[in-house]
């Protein structure tokens, strides 16, 4: 049995997530049909990040099991890149890994992204592609207040209601921020995530950075581990898996 990594970029605007359901498009089918086309066989895909519907992915990891040895990966990337092409999904890179490698259990850090931009304007390039806040942001209280979020802390409110994860502690390795222009960027990395934590810790800090907040208030949200405390989630489009290491 052969074991393989893919790197995975996809616009996730027209999915309703990674993972296989019931209720629409995801990207994990249109990878799966595309690699049964290619090896004539079906075959299963874990992936590194569960990304939920709208959220994109500069790169996703995922691996797949096979029977088949694949002797020219250049080859078989142009041939699964040709049944992706019309779906806004690029298969990058594939490496052969050993048998027990899992793509979401062997994940040391990830990384996501979060993009916002800050312009009166309507967006045109980045629609569908990153949160547009039209008030002015203050990128000196967004550093103030991801300081606060770094390290191991208890995340509750900023965790979903229906996320499964056996506990709400998570450690926040770092977070990087960064402004050109009108466009800002903030890179959250860890270990692992809370479904919508990365989201609602945007839309709060959004709140500090356009001063419907001050930072003794986003404080007492983030020590009161109340989901019902956290500002609304920042909309999905503005969001990337930004990178997975192993």
Known sequence: ?????????????????????????????????????????????????????????????????????????????????????????????????????HARHDAKLRTYEYLIINRPATLSIFRNRAWHVKKKIDLN???????????????????????????PIKKMTKIKIGKINNVIKIRFSSKSFLQNQVRSMVGCLKYLSTNKWNIEDFKKVFKSKKRSNCAPPAPACGLYLYSVKY
């Open 1 to 101: 049995m052969f074991n393989y990594l893919i790197k995975i970029e996809y616009d996730g605007t027209n999915f309703v997530g990674w993972q296989s359901q019931k209720n629409g498009k995801t990207v994990q089918d249109a990878i799966e049909t595309s690699l049964k086309k290619v090896l004539k066989i079906k075959v299963r895909i874990s992936g590194a990040g569960r990304t939920d519907k709208g959220v994109h992915a500069f790169a996703q990891c995922a691996n797949f099991k096979t029977e088949k040895k694949i002797e020219k990966e250049k080859i078989f990337l142009e041939s699964l890149n040709y049944f992706l092409k019309r779906k806004m999904i690029s298969i990058l890179d594939i490496k052969k890994k050993n048998e027990n490698f």
């Open 141 to 167: 209280l967004i550093k103030k207040g991801a300081k606060l979020l770094e390290g191991t802390h208890d995340f509750s409110t900023f965790r979903s209601t229906k996320c499964s994860a056996k506990s």
